[in-house]
């Protein structure tokens, strides 16, 4: 079905991994393709709860765009959506996720992790945004999720040097969620996993709408959002699951009408 990508399903939880090891999982327009088909088709699946994105291989994780295809861009292309859209539509996604760094993460590829919920990444990966080498900026969204992640100095230094950064790096600074070694990324995961599955998923849903709808308004405004959305939740059959679960001490069933 896919060339350069590959996806699995097991229950709530998919996987997307870019396969094209031969250019360390660079970006052409083939691959952008096939990843926005993947990933219109996984956010239809109302029983998903959380979307795993990696790259094949030990090397990289996406190290950017493809570089003789982006050669050959003109002024006007740069105008279109493409992927500053595909990635706004993973950070407003209705599913959790999670970006797994196995490897290089490098302009287009560092704000693919960025525009997810949750980044793992190996302590030896590189991650930065390195385009000005190339005479063009980031333009999918990294100057301003980067510097929102992790402040204007930081950001600043990373963009207009082209500084990389590795994985331990990245943690202490806020633009990685955890770095473990490479052969601790799968237990790592796991444990995201299964702490993500142990909520109720309307919280996920909605606790994940209000941050994200919320960081970019007034704090008024945003506190609205955030009482609105538990308004939804008080009248949820999750919520009278989650509070009797609590009463009675045990663990809460979000999953048995599945």
Not at 58 to 78: N, P, Y
Not at 120 to 142: D, H, M, V
Not at 191 to 209: H, Q, Y
């Amino acid at each position: 079905m896919f060339q350069h990508i590959k996806v699995e399903r097991n229950k709530y939880v998919a996987t997307i991994m870019i396969d094209r090891q031969e250019v360390r999982n660079a970006l052409n327009k083939k691959t952008i393709e096939e990843l926005q088909k993947a990933l219109y088709e996984l956010e239809q699946d109302e029983h998903l709860r959380i979307i795993v994105i990696t790259g094949a291989g030990s090397k990289a994780f996406v190290a950017g765009a493809d570089i003789t295809e982006l050669h050959e861009r003109t002024m006007l292309e740069a105008l279109m959506p493409g992927l500053q859209k595909m990635y706004q539509e993973i950070e407003q996604s209705n599913k959790v996720t999670i970006a797994v760094i196995n490897g290089h993460a490098l302009g287009g590829g560092c704000e693919l992790a960025l525009a997810c919920d949750i980044r793992i990444a190996s302590t030896q990966a590189k991650i930065g945004l390195p385009e000005l080498n190339l005479g063009i900026i980031p333009g999918a969204g990294g100057t301003q999720r980067l510097t929102r992640m992790i402040g204007k100095g930081r950001a600043l230094e990373m963009i207009l040097t082209g500084k990389l950064v590795d994985g331990a790096e990245a943690e202490r600074i806020g633009l990685v969620t955890k770095a473990v070694d490479v052969s601790e990324l799968k237990s790592e995961l796991d444990g995201f996993i299964n702490s993500l599955l142990s909520k109720g998923p309307l919280a996920l849903k909605l606790a994940k709408m209000v941050v994200n709808q919320g960081q970019d308004t007034d704090f008024h405004t945003a506190s609205m959002l955030e009482k609105f959305a538990q308004t939804i939740l008080f009248s949820s059959e999750e919520k009278h699951e989650g509070t009797k679960a609590f009463l009675e001490k045990r663990k809460p069933n979000y999953y048995k009408e599945l």
